[in-house]
């Protein structure tokens, strides 16, 4: 693990002129492919994946939680009963009955949509693609939280949009923050096309706005005439069994919300959607069927019928019992193993803790010691646009037993120990065997089991 991981393709460089004999065709790309590296820290995981270490690095929903012969058995009644159907092209706005169902599912969140607001997606990953191809030209730009989901700024990469990060506290995006980001943008001339915010047990961060938090929020957006994009894939998950109520609950015009069956049934079926107000759900159907001609029949009508048949709202319940306990084991074993001048967050759901490291710090250059000690946690860089989140890591709770997330958070508390100690005599950890160097690359896309 000494060797540094050399940074992927340089489009930029005086390789782009000619090719490369790796990559004859590198001069044709387009300028938006520039920002789409793979990461450097994509090469560790592959390592990561090894039994003998124990990842916290992954963002994968716990599927063993879901009994496959329900699932099976749903398959079956899909394809006996509407097979015809399912294996055939649908609508670019996706199936109206499940588009009915979802408005329901959304109904608990204070949410409700005309189904005809309502479009299905691949995944939410599909859905934030959308609305950044429909609404951002290359420079414009957005405002995310600091830190954000990968995977959206992997999108804003693509689109060539510019994210301006929003500072966080324990409750989320700060209205304060938010305030000074739009008067700095104002400054310069600029109108963010929209906020990206996650409201509940955030990705990364694994915090959650409260209510009035919400709602000043949305009136800072409103009195500036900013579009919000609400990203909402694990509101149902929250361990106290309270569903937060969503931004879209208080202003149907001025919000885009996401929604994903991925967390509350399985990530494999990528099905998720968006509820817009009515130009922009034409938009997004015409743009879906520019990029698929249709979501996938197979899996709508599959979580249709798992809907329409099975207690889903008890399988619910099954994943955030998975997913309290798993957190429980997280948050007791870094109360008793992180040393002194560690942080981090006490999420009330999802899948993420976020730890800030002792001064001095830096966790992107530990990452390879981590694995090396055989536990793998991402950086905190792969959550900025702007290379910030150095001192920062995500730990991911969501699927390893108990007791492994216990002994990877020991040894990852091994790891702080020792760079600890590299600091106290060398005053700095950087430069040790194993680390990539002060210069190395910032983090692009990790890989999607990692998001
Ligand atoms: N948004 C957030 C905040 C996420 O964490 C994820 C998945 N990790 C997604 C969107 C995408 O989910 P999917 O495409 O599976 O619905």
Same mark, same amino acid.
């Given at each position: 693990?000494?060797?540094?991981?050399?940074?992927?393709?340089?489009?930029?460089?005086?390789?782009?002129?000619?090719?490369?004999?790796?990559?004859?065709?590198?001069?044709?790309?387009?300028?938006?492919?520039?920002?789409?590296?793979?990461?450097?820290?994509?090469?560790?995981?592959?390592?990561?994946?090894?039994?003998?270490?124990?990842?916290?690095?992954?963002?994968?929903?716990?599927?063993?939680?879901?009994?496959?012969?329900?699932?099976?058995?749903?398959?079956?009644?899909?394809?006996?009963?509407?097979?015809?159907?399912?294996?055939?092209?649908?609508?670019?706005?996706?199936?109206?009955?499940?588009?009915?169902?979802?408005?329901?599912?959304?109904?608990?969140?204070?949410?409700?949509?005309?189904?005809?607001?309502?479009?299905?997606?691949?995944?939410?990953?599909?859905?934030?693609?959308?609305?950044?191809?429909?609404?951002?030209?290359?420079?414009?730009?957005?405002?995310?939280?600091?830190?954000?989901?990968?995977?959206?700024?992997?999108?804003?990469?693509?689109?060539?949009?510019?994210?301006?990060?929003?500072? &966080?506290?324990?409750?989320?995006? &700060?209205?304060?923050?938010?305030?000074?980001?739009?008067?700095?943008?104002?400054?310069?001339?600029?109108?963010?096309?929209?906020?990206?915010?996650?409201?509940?047990?955030?990705?990364?961060?694994?915090?959650?706005?409260?209510?009035?938090?919400?709602?000043?929020?949305?009136?800072?957006?409103?009195?500036?005439?900013?579009?919000?994009?609400?990203?909402?894939?694990?509101?149902?998950?929250?361990?106290?069994?309270?569903?937060?109520?969503?931004?879209?609950?208080?202003?149907?015009?001025?919000?885009?919300?996401?929604?994903?069956?991925?967390?509350?049934?399985?990530?494999?079926?990528?099905?998720?959607?968006?509820?817009?107000?009515?130009?922009?759900?034409?938009?997004?159907?015409?743009?879906?069927?520019?990029?698929?001609?249709?979501?996938?029949?197979?899996?709508?009508?599959?979580?249709?019928?798992?809907?329409?048949?099975?207690?889903?709202?008890?399988?619910?319940?099954?994943?955030?019992?998975?997913?309290?306990?798993?957190?429980?084991?997280?948050?007791?074993?870094?109360?008793?193993?992180?040393?002194?001048?560690?942080?981090?967050?006490?999420?009330?759901?999802?899948?993420?803790?976020?730890?800030?490291?002792?001064?001095?710090?830096?966790?992107?250059? &530990?990452?390879?010691?981590?694995?090396?000690?055989?536990?793998?946690?991402?950086?905190?860089?792969?959550?900025?646009?702007?290379?910030?989140?150095?001192?920062?890591?995500?730990?991911?709770?969501?699927?390893?037993?108990?007791?492994?997330?216990?002994?990877?958070?020991?040894?990852?508390?091994?790891?702080?120990?020792?760079?600890?100690?590299?600091?106290?005599?060398?005053?700095?950890?950087?430069?040790?065997?194993?680390?990539?160097?002060?210069?190395?690359?910032?983090?692009?896309?990790?890989?999607?089991?990692?998001?």
């Amino acid at each position: 693990m000494s060797t540094p991981i050399p940074a992927s393709g340089d489009p930029s460089g005086s390789m782009a002129a000619h090719g490369s004999r790796l990559d004859p065709h590198l001069a044709r790309y387009a300028a938006r492919t520039h920002g789409m590296t793979a990461s450097e820290i994509r090469a560790l995981f592959s390592v990561a994946s090894r039994p003998e270490v124990v990842s916290l690095a992954g963002g994968m929903p716990n599927i063993a939680a879901l009994p496959m012969d329900v699932v099976a058995a749903t398959v079956a009644e899909m394809l006996s009963k509407r097979g015809h159907v399912a294996l055939q092209y649908g609508s670019g706005q996706g199936d109206p009955i499940l588009r009915e169902q979802i408005c329901e599912i959304v109904g608990l969140q204070g949410v409700h949509p005309h189904p005809d607001d309502v479009v299905v997606t691949v995944g939410s990953q599909m859905a934030l693609d959308l609305v950044t191809r429909i609404f951002c030209d290359p420079g414009d730009v957005i405002l995310a939280e600091a830190p954000s989901y990968v995977g959206a700024l992997g999108v804003f990469r693509a689109y060539q949009v510019d994210v301006e990060h929003v500072a &966080m506290d324990e409750h989320g995006l &700060m209205p304060e923050a938010l305030r000074e980001a739009l008067a700095m943008l104002a400054k310069q001339g600029r109108a963010p096309k929209f906020l990206y915010t996650i409201p509940s047990f955030h990705n990364p961060a694994g915090v959650s706005q409260p209510a009035e938090r919400r709602a000043e929020i949305l009136q800072i957006c409103q009195n500036a005439g900013v579009l919000v994009i609400e990203d909402d894939p694990y509101g149902l998950l929250g361990f106290d069994g309270q569903i937060p109520q969503a931004m879209r609950a208080q202003d149907a015009d001025g919000v885009i919300y996401l929604g994903s069956f991925s967390k509350t049934f399985a990530a494999g079926i990528r099905v998720g959607w968006a509820v817009a107000p009515h130009g922009v759900r034409e938009k997004l159907t015409l743009a879906a069927e520019a990029a698929v001609l249709c979501p996938p029949a197979y899996s709508q009508l599959t979580i249709s019928t798992y809907l329409s048949t099975q207690p889903w709202m008890d399988q619910v319940k099954a994943f955030r019992e998975v997913y309290r306990e798993r957190r429980d084991a997280t948050l007791e074993s870094l109360e008793q193993h992180m040393p002194e001048g560690t942080s981090w967050t006490k999420p009330d759901g999802g899948f993420y803790v976020w730890l800030t490291l002792p001064p001095g710090m830096d966790a992107t250059a &530990m990452l390879p010691r981590a694995i090396t000690a055989r536990v793998a946690y991402v950086p905190g860089t792969a959550f900025y646009m702007n290379g910030e989140g150095r001192r920062s890591i995500r730990l991911s709770y969501c699927f390893p037993e108990p007791d492994r997330i216990r002994e990877g958070v020991r040894r990852l508390a091994g790891v702080l120990e020792e760079e600890l100690e590299l600091i106290a005599t060398f005053g700095t950890a950087i430069g040790a065997p194993g680390t990539h160097g002060a210069g190395a690359p910032e983090t692009t896309a990790p890989g999607p089991e990692v998001m």
